[in-house]
């Protein structure tokens, strides 16, 4: 009786055990293999990369075309920027004539605020506008896991140019360069205003240069917080680079799960059978 009781259903309806098998099996190998396209935080990683900040404290820090001054208005964006990275690991360099360590690598923004109080306009020993006498103590702070250089200033030399293409070869230190200053354009606009400043204007080329030279980029200061913002993301994504190796594959087969158990409720159909 067996033959007459069994109805032969045809496997070659679109919607038919054959067909679902077709496209349910490719999908649960791949799913099963664990393709993966993006990356995981690292297990090994801290919160953010490490930052190191030069500020320039030469005589012309102290023109007032920023109000009160430009190393006032550093100070400011400094702590807009500590705020921003939490507990992030940050070092205070400073240099004139020659470059000085004001506090190594800490987590703790209060004491990067009480250093940066204490920064004054001509309180180095030496006259002079030489930022590379700071890459030394930047790469020995940087030397561990790399990280980034802000150098904030309104200024450079030929001769800073030069020293600074070395930094471009050391693996893992990004460069920012932060401008703080008005252009001699935009001096000449404020004269015309009536608002006459004995400030030096900012050598946004020898600044530009010298980012392109080691390596780094360019940030113009702003009022308001865009130029902040800039350089959060230009530490982060570097920071994201740097830590790719490191950083384990995410297994993305896990969203395959859901299509394939949509389909594998057809099974549960009267009658739905798979003939090998």
């Known amino acids: 009786l067996l033959p007459k009781m069994v109805l032969s259903g045809s496997q070659r309806k679109l919607v038919s055990p054959l067909w679902v098998s077709v496209i349910v ?7 099963l293999a664990g393709p993966s396209w993006t990356r995981g935080e690292s297990p090994f990683a801290v919160d953010a990369a490490s930052l190191v900040i030069a500020v320039d404290l030469s005589e012309s820090m102290g023109g007032r075309d920023l109000q009160p001054d430009r190393l006032q208005w550093s100070r400011s964006k400094i702590l807009e920027l500590s705020r921003a990275r939490g507990d992030a690991k940050t070092a205070l360099l400073v240099y004139a004539g020659s470059g000085h360590t004001v506090l190594p690598l800490t987590n703790d923004a209060s004491v990067l ?4 109080d204490s920064l004054q306009v001509g309180m180095l020993p030496k006259r002079g506008k030489v930022p590379e006498s700071i890459l030394p103590m930047a790469r020995e702070l ?3 896991g790399g990280g980034t250089l802000l150098l904030i200033g309104d200024g450079a030399a030929e001769n800073s140019i030069e020293a600074y293409k070395e930094l471009s070869d050391a693996s893992g230190i990004q460069l920012i360069v932060w401008g703080m200053g008005k252009t001699q354009e935009e001096l000449d606009k404020d004269a015309a205003r009536g608002l006459k400043s004995t400030a030096l204007p900012l050598n946004e080329a020898g600044l530009m240069a010298l980012a392109d ?3 780094g980029v360019y940030q113009r200061v702003s009022a308001g917080e865009e130029d902040v913002v800039q350089i959060l993301q230009k530490i ?3 920071y994201e680079l740097s830590e790719d190796s490191s ?3 995410v297994d993305s087969g896990y969203y395959l799960v859901w299509p394939i158990v949509i ?3 057809l099974w549960f159909r009267k009658g739905w059978a798979l003939r090998w």
């Not at 099996?25 to 799913?31: D, H, K, W």
């Not at 605020?113 to 940066?116: E, F, T």
């Open 236 to 238: 982060d994504r570097h």
């Open 247 to 249: 950083r384990p594959w």
């Open 142 to 144: 940087l030397s561990d």
């Open 263 to 265: 389909l594998f409720l």
């Open 113 to 116: 605020l009480h250093y940066l």
């Open 25 to 31: 099996l490719p999908m649960l190998v791949i799913a």
């Open 213 to 215: 030279a080691g390596n």
